[in-house]
C-alpha cells in the first residue's frame, strides 16, 4: 500500500519527466538561413544541391550534399571535364573512384563536414541552393540543430 504522501508525489513525479520530455532539445531538424530568413527542414536525409558555372571553364557544377541527424556530408560531385581548376587526377579529390556518366564526371565522396555549412553562391555565375523543392540564391547556412519535442510538433502543425 503506498502511503498517501507518496500518492500525491507520483503525479508531480510524471508531471516533471512529461515536462522535461517535451522541452528538452532532442530532436534533429535542418535550419537553413537566408537573408536573415529561416526555414526548418524535419525529414532526415535531406538532399542539397549546390549548382553553379565553373568560373573558368564556363561550365556548370553540382554539389551534393547530405543531411543526416548528426552530420552534413559532400555526398558527390559532378563536373564536366578535367579543365582549369577541375579535377583531374585522383589526387585532386581524395583518391575516390570517378566514373564517366556521359556529359559529366562524378565522385562519391561521403565526407562528413560537421553540423553547419556555409555556402556562399553569391558571386558564381547562375549559383543556386537547391533544398528539397526550394531554391535559394546568395550566402545560405545550413545547420542541424536539436529542438524541443514541443518545439518540433508546433512546427509540424503549422
Do not use: Q
Amino acid at each position: 500500500m503506498i502511503k498517501p504522501r507518496f500518492k500525491t508525489l507520483i503525479p508531480i513525479f510524471f508531471s516533471l519527466i512529461f515536462i522535461v520530455i517535451l522541452l528538452a532539445p532532442i530532436i534533429p531538424v535542418v535550419e537553413v538561413e537566408v537573408g536573415g530568413e529561416l526555414y526548418r527542414f524535419h525529414n532526415m536525409p535531406l538532399k542539397v544541391e549546390v549548382s553553379y558555372i565553373h568560373s573558368v571553364e564556363g561550365l556548370p557544377v553540382i554539389e551534393i550534399f547530405t543531411v543526416e541527424s548528426s552530420c552534413i556530408k559532400l555526398s558527390r560531385i559532378l563536373w564536366p571535364g578535367h579543365g582549369a581548376g577541375m579535377p583531374s587526377t585522383l589526387d585532386d579529390i581524395g583518391r575516390v573512384e570517378v566514373e564517366d556518366e556521359g556529359s559529366l564526371y562524378s565522385a562519391a565522396l561521403e565526407k562528413c563536414l560537421g553540423s553547419k555549412l556555409m555556402i556562399n553562391v553569391e558571386y558564381m555565375a547562375n549559383g543556386s541552393v537547391r533544398v528539397g523543392d526550394n531554391v535559394f540564391s546568395g550566402r545560405v547556412e545550413i545547420r542541424i540543430v536539436r529542438v524541443p519535442l514541443v518545439s518540433y510538433i508546433f512546427d509540424r502543425l503549422t
